[in-house]
């Protein structure tokens, strides 16, 4: 027995010792005739258990006497809290007493209240264990729909947030194998957390898209298969040993997807618990389905209003029609060579895309002048940064995109403008789009002058590298064309043999 057991025991063996008086010597026995409290082996009762026959004591109701070489022995069988079985109340006369039939009255009835007492505890100890399992089963759902809520909050919606649920759900869950099945799309993503290697798994993920989702698809419910000798195995995962939870995943009243787990026949079954933190899981990837959703739709209207505001841009000079995309495309290339996160590469997109949206509130005789500029001209050239700040700082989406049309035209030794921003304190978005901005400047043609060559940019912008440009973020952008000759054949820009 335990220590916490003995210690239980004791307090139920002074209770009977208090209610039994002093005429009476008394103890807690096991089931099986031994003495568990108190715990000595050279007292009366000891002896007593001693000198009984080797067959057990009778599970009679209520106290019994027994007649030992010691002395009568009064038994009254009881069971014992904490999971340690049937045992015995037990008690002697002491060797100095008579007792009266008053006394074994007095003595039979503490029997009874202690019986019963250890027989609430028992019952108690079962209901807590209960509970303790059930909190335990809780637990384990908060944690995975915590798990679910982290990944949602840190990260953009995409297939990595559904590959990142996929194995949260396979570690809490212990299962081998997490998938999420759209079949419609041919998509299957799955996630791993292998008990031992499953050499078939390209085919037991292929196998998902039939039968068994056609079956749950059907049946609408989620689908739990065990035992080898279900009988559904005749026409689901036939020839494949592996337990199976599969979870319908509802779009409304549809069901496009499913969230299968899968685990080796010597694991666990599924339990009624994996059931409920599975459909846990399911509504959870059907509401990111749901964002996923959304989110397209917003990125669909972001997207045509950005072509909008380009188109009104562009519509104004036909000579810069297109620089906002290829400055895009340049500026997406550097921020991938540079490793940029999701998020700054999302700001990246729209902040090259629509840096010089300001230039819809230049008037047109100043942006269209085929001729060199006046100073008063140039001035109203440099108020378009401005102007694209405020017309993108209304519009939530784009509010971490300002910085980078809002500052594209500052240099790094300061002399740059609106604000005269120096090195490093001009945002790194704005100076990865200066340096996409410069070299599609230099190399397309204008009203004035026709563009030049790549070698011709590359020689002014090293020029100008550690002045005008980042000298860091220029030798990225000249490793990225000299790696990748196909950028520039899609921007179109001229090589120096193109004039030989």
Not at 1 to 11: D, F, K, N
Not at 17 to 40: K, M, R
Not at 183 to 189: E, F, H, R, S, V
Not at 391 to 401: M, S
Request: hydrophobic fraction near 40%.
């Amino acid at each position: 027995m335990s220590e916490a057991q003995t210690r239980g025991l004791a307090r139920y063996g002074r209770w009977l010792q208090h209610s039994a008086g002093q005429s009476f010597t008394v103890g807690i026995g096991a089931g099986d005739g031994g003495l568990l409290w108190p715990d000595t082996a050279d007292g009366p009762i000891a002896e007593a258990l001693a000198g009984l026959p080797a067959k057990p004591l009778a599970q009679t109701p209520g106290m019994q006497r027994q007649g030992t070489s010691a002395g009568d022995l009064f038994t009254r069988a009881v069971t014992l809290p904490e999971a340690a079985g049937d045992g015995w109340l037990l008690a002697m006369a002491r060797a100095d007493a008579a007792p009266s039939d008053i006394e074994l009255d007095a003595l039979a009835d503490a029997m009874d209240d202690v019986a019963a007492a250890l027989e609430d505890s028992t019952h108690l100890n079962a209901e807590m264990d209960l509970l303790a399992g059930e909190l335990a089963e809780r637990y384990e759902e908060l944690h995975l729909v915590y798990e679910i809520d982290r990944h949602l909050a840190n990260q953009d919606l995409g297939t990595e947030v559904l590959q990142d649920l996929l194995q949260s759900c396979a570690e809490q869950l212990n299962a081998d194998v997490a998938c999420f099945v759209r079949p419609a799309d041919n998509l299957t993503i799955s996630a791993t957390n292998l008990s031992k290697p499953i050499h078939n798994l390209d085919l037991v993920l292929v196998e998902m898209r039939g039968d068994l989702f056609r079956f749950v698809s059907s049946s609408r419910a989620t689908v739990v298969i065990n035992g080898l000798q279900d009988p559904r195995r005749a026409y689901i995962f036939t020839d494949m040993p592996y337990k199976v939870l599969a979870c319908p995943v509802f779009q409304g009243i549809d069901m496009p997807a499913m969230l299968v787990l899968l685990n080796h026949d010597d694991k666990p079954d599924f339990s009624n618990s994996d059931r409920r933190l599975g459909e846990v899981m399911a509504h959870q990837i059907a509401n990111v389905m749901h964002m996923q959703g959304m989110f397209a739709e917003m990125r669909r209207f972001t997207e045509q209003m950005a072509a909008a505001l380009i188109e009104a841009v562009e519509a104004k000079d036909p000579y810069t029609r297109g620089h906002s995309e290829r400055v895009h495309l340049l500026s997406m290339r550097l921020g991938q060579g540079l490793r940029l996160r999701s998020e700054e590469m999302e700001n990246l997109h729209w902040g090259s895309l629509l840096h010089d949206v300001g230039k819809i509130g230049i008037p047109d005789a100043v942006l269209c002048k085929p001729g060199r500029l006046t100073s008063d001209e140039y001035t109203f050239i440099k108020v378009h940064p401005e102007r694209s700040y405020e017309i993108l700082r209304h519009v939530d989406r784009l509010k971490g995109a300002i910085d980078g049309a809002r500052h594209h035209q500052e240099k790094f030794d300061g002399t740059g403008y609106p604000h005269g921003l120096r090195g490093t304190n001009i945002p790194l978005l704005a100076r990865i789009i200066a340096v996409a901005d410069t070299y599609d400047s230099i190399t397309s043609s204008r009203a004035y002058r026709a563009g030049s060559t790549h070698e011709a940019a590359v020689k002014e912008m090293t020029r100008v590298s550690g002045t005008q440009l980042d000298s860091e973020l220029l030798d990225v952008f000249l490793r990225i064309c000299d790696e990748d000759p196909a950028l520039l054949v899609r921007l179109g820009v001229r090589r120096e043999w193109d004039d030989q």
